[in-house]
């Protein structure tokens, strides 16, 4: 998992808008090959119901739920009454609070607190997400999700897909994220906005 993390942040870090969901693909794959450990702390109360590898340092709180396979840094904060589900992959020093994670892999330093949902994403270093914030990853019609590249759009040929933002992305308060989307680095969505 750590090589994935390690091009995820080069990808990132390269500020270029890409192919994110072939991270997503590698990651699904990476994630049925996570062995059970624990080198962090889970509270009472906690409930984990596939393999969690749990980085050192890091505590998942009471009343949070992990389904799935999902793969935890270090130093993390996960919960109170979090619910991470299978394909989660959150890197070192991240936040992760009274909300829920699909299959998306969240990078060092992110904070997701309150009420947010973030499903089939990247999220780069050092995000904020406000809370209530949702990261849409379904179209109603159920048609795959086209992706803006450059001057083009691309078919991910992928039914469920949410977004890609960039590092330093910060959202206010039940602003929405539309399926497909990208962040440029150090975004600012404003409080009840709708970005495509």
């Given at each position: 998992m750590l090589k994935l993390l390690e091009e995820a942040g080069r990808l990132v870090g390269k500020e270029k808008p890409?192919?994110?969901?072939?991270?997503?693909?590698?990651?699904?794959?990476?994630?049925?090959?996570?062995?059970?450990?624990?080198?962090?702390?889970?509270?009472?109360?906690?409930?984990?119901?596939?393999?969690?590898?749990?980085?050192?340092?890091?505590?998942?709180?009471?009343?949070?739920?992990?389904?799935?396979?999902?793969?935890?840094?270090?130093?993390?904060?996960?919960?109170?009454?979090?619910?991470?589900?299978?394909?989660?992959?959150?890197?070192?020093?991240?936040?992760?609070?009274?909300?829920?994670?699909?299959?998306?892999?969240?990078?060092?330093?992110?904070?997701?607190?309150?009420?947010?949902?973030?499903?089939?994403?990247?999220?780069?270093?050092?995000?904020?997400?406000?809370?209530?914030?949702?990261?849409?990853?379904?179209?109603?019609?159920?048609?795959?999700?086209?992706?803006?590249?450059?001057?083009?759009?691309?078919?991910?040929?992928?039914?469920?897909?949410?977004?890609?933002?960039?590092?330093?992305?910060?959202?206010?308060?039940?602003?929405?994220?539309?399926?497909?989307?990208?962040?440029?680095?150090?975004?600012?969505?404003?409080?009840?906005?709708?970005?495509?």
């Open positions: 890409f192919a994110f969901w072939e991270l997503l693909e590698k990651s699904e794959s990476a994630s049925k090959e996570i062995i059970p450990e624990s080198f962090g702390k889970i509270e009472a109360g906690a409930r984990v119901m596939g393999s969690l590898f749990l980085g050192e340092g890091s505590l998942v709180k009471s009343g949070s739920r992990i389904e799935g396979n999902v793969w935890v840094g270090k130093n993390c904060v996960i919960g109170p009454n979090a619910f991470l589900r299978d394909g989660a992959v959150i890197a070192d020093n991240c936040f992760v609070g009274i909300c829920e994670v699909k299959n998306s892999i969240i990078l060092e330093g992110t904070k997701i607190p309150h009420f947010s949902y973030v499903g089939d994403s990247v999220l780069g270093p050092n995000c904020n997400l406000g809370a209530g914030t949702k990261i849409a990853n379904l179209r109603h019609d159920g048609k795959t999700i086209m992706v803006k590249i450059g001057a083009k759009k691309v078919d991910s040929k992928r039914r469920k897909l949410g977004a890609l933002l960039f590092d330093g992305v910060k959202t206010g308060v039940n602003s929405t994220i539309n399926c497909g989307a990208i962040l440029e680095k150090n975004a600012k969505v404003l409080p009840g906005e709708f970005r495509k």
